[in-house]
T-cell receptor, first 116, second 113 residues
Framework: GAVVSQHPSWVICKSGTSVKIECRSL??????MFWYRQFPKQSLMLMAT?????????EQGVEKDKFLINHASLTLSTLTVTSAHPEDSSFYIC????????????FGSGTRLTVV | GDSVTQMEGPVTLSEEAFLTINCTYT??????LFWYVQYPGEGLQLLLK?????DKGSNKGFEATYRKETTSFHLEKGSVQVSDSAVYFC????????????FGTGTLLAVQP
């Protein structure tokens, strides 16, 4: 079945540095990529939606200059947390959808980011 | 806006016990409803889904029925196994252009032998 590989699975970085998270669709073309974050005991909150070759659409309250999303190819999307601070520590998950169909969301295994 | 509320965990059961994880939703229109499962170290996987009222989704012994009158989609399994230990997420798909998924908080299920 469809697989999305997300890396790294965990990362610790110093405050003020930037961190890049990658999601690759291994056996299908990810036309649309969704990026979520999850705080402990809270829902997965959608941060942004990106279509290949287009600018990402950010949800209300998400800083687009802090969370840079690139979806330059049909198999790769990246999320860069710029100038990270401890409050950015969270669990980040990507989800890819193939084509324009209404089914078939494939999730990455998530990235645990800790900013110290 | 649309939202999903599911029971807090963790839920701890003995093997072969009956499982219910409650999920209710708020939505305009008629959303599709989903249960996803996340095993340790893995991504979320679709467990089952229902696209209209009174539909029953089922998979691997799990069932959930789309109840429009109570806006609910409770997950049930008659006899859980240790291998069912995971986090379970209830979700709805909104009817907007992006068809994004809206999730509940997730419920950790721990099944003891």
């Amino acid at each position: 079945g469809a697989v999305v590989s997300q890396h790294p699975s965990w990362v610790i970085c110093k405050s003020g540095t930037s961190v890049k998270i990658e999601c690759r669709s291994l056996d299908f073309q990810a036309t649309t990529m969704f990026w979520y974050r999850q705080f402990p005991k809270q829902s997965l909150m959608l941060m942004a939606t990106s279509n290949e070759g287009s600018k990402a659409t950010y949800e209300q309250g998400v800083e687009k200059d802090k969370f840079l999303i690139n979806h330059a190819s049909l198999t790769l999307s990246t999320l860069t947390v710029t100038s990270a601070h401890p409050e950015d520590s969270s669990f980040y998950i990507c989800s890819a959808r193939e084509g324009r169909g209404r089914e078939g969301y494939t999730f990455g295994s998530g990235t645990r980011l800790t900013v110290v | 806006g649309d939202s999903v509320t599911q029971m807090e965990g963790p839920v701890t059961l003995s093997e072969e016990a009956f499982l219910t994880i409650n999920c209710t939703y708020t939505a305009t229109g008629y959303p599709s409803l989903f249960w996803y499962v996340q095993y340790p170290g893995e991504g979320l996987q679709l467990l089952l889904k229902a696209t209209k009222a009174d539909d029953k989704g089922s998979n691997k012994g799990f069932e959930a029925t789309y109840r429009k009158e109570t806006t609910s989609f409770h997950l049930e399994k008659g006899s859980v196994q240790v291998s069912d230990s995971a986090v379970y997420f209830c979700a709805l798909r909104d009817g907007g252009a992006t068809n994004k998924l809206i999730f509940g908080t997730g419920t950790l299920l721990a099944v003891q032998p």
